[in-house]
């Protein structure tokens, strides 16, 4: 099998290159990629049977002939950091929407069996008493630019499967934790601020939750979807992770050997959702999956060690990142 990833140098599709690697040895991998910020050729570089084409998804003719060559396309490409969208829209329209696009079109065209990447962001958010979980009958109600963008991509899979049956597949997923995440994320800006003995930053009250899932269950589930999945179903994946961020905040802190409560509020981010949770029974019941790294705690031990043992990895990123968040107030 012939697979074209897309998005695959940066957090999520570079764990999932990685692994694919070595549990689909049979096959090989196309990582299409524009090389942005969050892109880094070294996360694939030298993976035996992996080529890496630095290529915009928003160009037509750079998709069309990757896609043609293709069995598979696993859609992970886009611009993901909600805190960009609210400085500058019009990257995540370009890549989220264009680029989704262009890759159905080509899948369209040459027949491809295609899984959209997408997040639990779609459905807005939940009140922290508010009983239900995010099922995929939920209605779409983004919030952020960011996820107004993905909602929009996923809507354009759902047309072009019942229009043109396209062969896909959709998953939303909650926030993911693990290495080669960007150093603006959450986790690793926290783990990274204490390495540079920075007290972690938290937006607004600190009370906002979200449903941590290690980046490795995040794949095997993508995968169980390709496998099993049925064509034009949505899979929602979650690992029942919910936290707060200050509770995140304070177990970094003591697994770091700070005092828990060292840390600062700064800024909120407009429009922050408050909470969200999967509801993962679908995915579950339907096709056998469930996590392996169910102990957070450990998660985020092994975590916090991967940044301190690559720190050439996310060195030159870490100013700009900093100074970037700094003119917010955050
Ligand atoms: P990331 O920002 O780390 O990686 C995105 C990659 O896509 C980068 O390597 C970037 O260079 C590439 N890219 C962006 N625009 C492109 C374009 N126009 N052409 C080619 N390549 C382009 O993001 P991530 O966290 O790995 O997210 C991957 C996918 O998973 C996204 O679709 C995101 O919406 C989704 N997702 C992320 C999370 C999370 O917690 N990080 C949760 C659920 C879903
Ligand atoms: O410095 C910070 N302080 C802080 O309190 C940062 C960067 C974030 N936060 C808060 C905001 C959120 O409540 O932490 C939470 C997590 O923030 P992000 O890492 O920016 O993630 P989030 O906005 O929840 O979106 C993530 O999950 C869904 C991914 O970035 C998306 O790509 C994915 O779709």
Known sequence: ?????????????????????????????????????????????????????????AEKDIVDPLVKAADLVVHFAAESHNDNSLLDPSPFIYSNIVGTFNILEACRKYKVRLHHISTDEVYGDLALDDPNAFTDATPYMPSSPYSASKAGSDMLVRAWVRSFGVEATISNCSNNYGPYQHIEKFIPRMITNRIDGVRPKLYGDGLNVRDWIHVLDHNTAVWAIIEKGRIGETYLIGADGEMNNKNVVMLLNELMGFAPDDYEHVADRAGHDRRYAIDNTKLCEELGWAPHFVDFRSGLEDTIEWYRSNESWWRAAKAETEAKYAAQGQ
Not at 30 to 57: R, S, W
């Open 1 to 57: 099998m012939h697979i074209l990833i897309t998005g695959g140098a940066g957090f999520i599709g570079t764990n999932f290159v990685r692994t694919t690697v070595e549990t689909h040895p049979g096959s090989t991998i196309t990582v299409l990629d524009k090389i942005g910020y969050a892109g880094n050729p070294a996360n694939v570089e030298g993976l035996p049977g992996v080529t890496l084409v630095v290529g915009d998804i």
